[in-house]
């Protein structure tokens, strides 16, 4: 479901899939074949939220938003499952692991990984190529740069993934089950 709020409606890219039980709230921007998942939440009413080209954000995923902020979800970004992803900025070719929690005004570099189930601290900043994981998160390593490539590659099926969802999925009515 979409809904405007107070004024401000989705704009969704043409190309993008948005599952049928994602909600879409207010002040939100989906870029190109970005692709949202079942059960997803994107709640753009106190603040704006933006996601760019080639982003998947997965199952269950809750992304909100400081009162006058901004949450940013770069290019080629992945939100694994059950992620919560709250006012902060995430920049091209991240990985951001199930189940993980980014919390307001943290910046995740470009190409980083953060662990499943780790939590970016309020304010926090990761660099460029790093892997993240723990509560609180730190940086375990420097990921090669050449590691970079992986994650558009991840990014690239998923946008195939929801092309294929979005003339594939056929609903199937319960009586039809039986």
Not at 16 to 44: K, Q
Not at 62 to 79: A, N, S
Not at 117 to 144: I, M
Request: hydrophobic letters at 40%; charged letters at 20%; a negative charge.
């Amino acid at each position: 479901m979409m809904y405007s709020f107070e004024g401000k409606t989705p704009s969704i890219h043409p190309s993008a899939f948005v599952a049928d039980e994602a909600t879409i709230i207010g002040n939100v921007t989906i870029g190109e074949d970005a692709n949202i998942w079942p059960g997803v939440v994107i709640r753009g009413d106190v603040g704006a939220i933006r996601i760019g080209d080639r982003v998947n954000v997965q199952d269950g995923s809750v992304l909100h938003v400081d009162t006058d902020g901004e949450t940013v979800l770069e290019d080629d970004v992945t939100i694994g499952h059950l992620a919560m992803v709250h006012g902060c900025h995430i920049e091209p070719g991240c990985l951001i692991g199930m189940s993980s929690t980014v919390l307001s005004r943290s910046r995740v570099g470009r190409g980083s990984i953060v662990g499943g189930g780790a939590v970016v601290l309020e304010g926090q900043e990761l660099p460029a190529f790093s892997l993240a994981a723990g509560v609180p998160a730190k940086v375990k390593r420097t990921l090669e740069p050449e590691t970079y490539e992986a994650r558009l590659k991840h990014a690239a099926y998923y946008v195939e993934l929801g092309r294929r969802a979005r003339s594939g999925l056929v609903p199937v009515a319960r009586a039809d089950l039986m």
